[in-house]
């Protein structure tokens, strides 16, 4: 009986660790798109741009700020809604 709960606590834990060691070793698979919903130049353009550079060294790939003015905002909100749901583009407000 001490066997078969030994064996029930590591399947438990090695169905837990398995999707999370997958997704760590295909994240990030392509480079992070980080999407600024104002013109190039203002504060929060100047705040992605300074944390692209530590972010993507510290992840091991390459971050593009990606400047998305007009309508108040909504086009950058709207690209990021309609980009896929892989956690490559993110929004940066």
């Known amino acids: 009986m001490n066997t078969r709960r030994q064996f029930s606590k590591l399947l438990a834990v090695a169905s837990l660790c398995a999707p999370m060691a997958l997704m760590a070793q ?3 698979s392509k480079p992070i798109n980080l999407v600024v919903p104002v013109p190039p130049g203002g ?4 705040s992605a741009r300074l944390i692209a550079e530590p972010l993507g060294r510290l992840i091991g790939q390459s971050i593009v700020v990606e400047n998305k003015g007009g309508a108040s905002g ?3 909100y ?3 809604a309609r980009a896929p749901k892989d956690g490559h583009t993110l ?3």
Request: charged content about 5%; overall charge negative.
């Open 26 to 28: 295909a994240f990030p």
């Open 43 to 46: 504060l929060v353009d100047t």
């Open 74 to 76: 909504n086009l950058a």
């Open 78 to 80: 709207q690209q990021v």
């Open 91 to 93: 929004l940066v407000s």
